[in-house]
């Protein structure tokens, strides 16, 4: 029991502040919903891994939103086995307000590989993660899903957790939020 108290203790300190500058559904203009930029390969400060890769060509370097097919590889990152325990996290090196996530699938392949619901895990010393209840993902490779959250997270760390998909877990993706000192 204790443990449990904890644990919601942790998770309250984690969501708590944002919510006078919380997106809501839809977002309000001047929220904490803008786009954090995950570029992956390109510049940016964010450091983007992930549990497994398919291979070299399917890596988490290959997962930013709206990502294209290049002639060396493809549009998104493809986890190396299809289960439950696959994630693709960012490190924003410190804590960072997340209201929401951007989703597509696997683009410009007839492959039709897309994550149908996912979960957010979160934490900011990159051990004891906290989980978001299971998120619906997207029905097609190149639509574009904006999920917002029920309550804004702030963490250094979020992993997204596929725990379905059609044909083979892919995706690109980006979140929506902004830095906490923007919101005192």
């Known amino acids: 029991m204790k443990t449990l108290i904890a644990l919601v203790i942790a998770y ?3 969501v708590s502040g944002c919510e006078k500058a919380f997106c809501g559904k839809p977002p309000q203009e001047g929220s904490c919903c803008s786009r954090l930029g995950l570029n992956v390969f390109r510049n940016s400060d964010v450091v983007i891994s992930a ?3 398919y291979n070299s060509d399917h890596g988490p370097q290959r997962a930013a939103l ?3 097919i ?3 590889s493809v549009a998104s990152w493809s986890a190396q086995v299809n289960d439950g325990n696959q994630w693709i ?3 924003f090196g410190s804590p960072k307000t ?3 996530v951007l ?3 696997r683009g410009t392949c007839a492959c039709n590989q897309w994550v149908t619901n996912f979960r957010v895990t979160f934490s900011n010393d990159g051990e004891i993660f906290y989980s978001t209840a299971p998120i619906v993902g997207v029905y097609d490779s190149d639509t574009v899903a904006r999920r917002y959250f029920d309550r804004p997270i702030t963490a250094r760390y979020i992993r997204l957790n596929p725990i379905s998909w059609n044909n083979h877990i892919s995706l690109r993706f980006d979140l929506l939020g902004c830095d906490p000192s923007s919101l005192h």
């Open 12 to 14: 309250a300190a984690l």
């Open 51 to 53: 549990s497994t890769s």
């Open 66 to 68: 709206f990502e294209t």
């Open 70 to 72: 290049t002639t060396r």
């Open 89 to 91: 996290q960012a490190d």
């Open 98 to 100: 997340v209201t929401g």
């Open 103 to 105: 989703l597509q699938g």
